[in-house]
């Protein structure tokens, strides 16, 4: 697929942040450590990807505004259009050299989401889309799975850490979601979640209590991949309120229905 400018920008600066975090992985037991709060780490591969990440797409688009996890937000002189950027999703993995973790970025313009790369460099798998163009991993087009029952398919969710409030809420979705299908996967990052659900690896995906840079990128594959994407809460939205449910369409409105109950 023929990309635009900022896709390809965004592309360029997931690989080269990549690179750097590979590095680090091998030797993540030098890596200086610092918690945030329970179960929340920050690593200097966060603070470093994020340093790349920065250079990279604020270089090239100065006039942008920026949203990054640990780096915080700036007004771009365009109001119109930001960076929303996690520059490492699965640090708690991450730390734990288990490799599952991946970059994410977002272009959003006018309040909607137009671009998306999440990148895994552990797996070489480069995930993106561009509104109305598609979703892709490396060179394949990607479609959500076509699943339509519930026993056969898989769900992917977040299990709250550090005492996090939603718990209680998350046990009750499990209870009700465990028994009628085929398993529900906690895999410690949200950004990897969304692209499993663009490439049809898990028939669905819902999370609560997120951040925006957690889900800007992914929401958008899921998309273009064909999939539904809605706010847990009908009412909410999903960047602002940071709660997500996703699916394929076939199976959507019973997942939606175990969940909201
Ligand atoms: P992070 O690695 O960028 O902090 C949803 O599960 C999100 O919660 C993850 O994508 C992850 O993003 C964040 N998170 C923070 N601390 C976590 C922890 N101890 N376990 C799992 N996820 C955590
Ligand atoms: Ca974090
Ligand atoms: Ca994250
Ligand atoms: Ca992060």
Not at 5 to 32: S, T
Not at 112 to 123: H, L, R, S, T, W
Not at 172 to 193: N, T
Request: hydrophobic share 45%; aromatic share 8%.
């Amino acid at each position: 697929m023929v990309g635009s400018a900022n896709l390809n920008i965004m592309i360029k600066a997931a690989r080269k942040a990549g690179r750097g975090l590979i590095k680090d992985f091998r030797e993540v037991e030098n890596l200086q450590v610092s918690v945030k709060g329970a179960g929340d780490f920050v690593s200097r591969a966060d603070l470093n990807a994020e340093k790349t990440l920065k250079e990279e797409l604020m270089g090239a688009r100065p006039t942008y505004g920026w949203l990054a996890e640990e780096g915080g937000e700036e007004a771009g002189q365009d109001p119109t259009r930001r960076w929303i950027v996690d520059p490492l999703d699965g640090t708690t993995n991450f730390l734990h050299g288990l490799p599952h973790w991946a970059i994410s970025i977002g272009l959003e313009h006018k309040g909607q989401i137009v671009a998306g790369v999440v990148f895994d460099p552990a797996k070489d798998e480069m995930f993106f889309a561009e509104k109305g163009a598609g979703a892709w991993m490396n060179e394949s087009r990607l479609r959500v799975s076509g699943r339509s029952r519930m026993i056969e398919s898989i769900f992917a969710t977040g299990l709250p850490f550090g005492g996090r409030s939603d718990l209680p809420a998350t046990l009750k979705d499990l209870g009700r979601l465990m028994p009628v299908c085929a398993g529900v996967r906690r895999w410690g990052s949200a950004a990897l979640d969304l692209a499993y659900v663009a490439a049809g690896r898990y028939d669905g995906y819902w999370e609560r209590r997120l951040n925006a840079w957690d889900l800007a990128a992914g929401l958008l594959i899921v998309k273009e991949a064909g999939g539904l994407v809605e706010p847990l809460d009908p009412a909410g939205d999903v960047l602002e309120n940071g709660e997500i449910i996703c699916g394929n369409e076939a199976i959507f409105s019973n997942f939606a229905k175990a969940i909201r109950g």
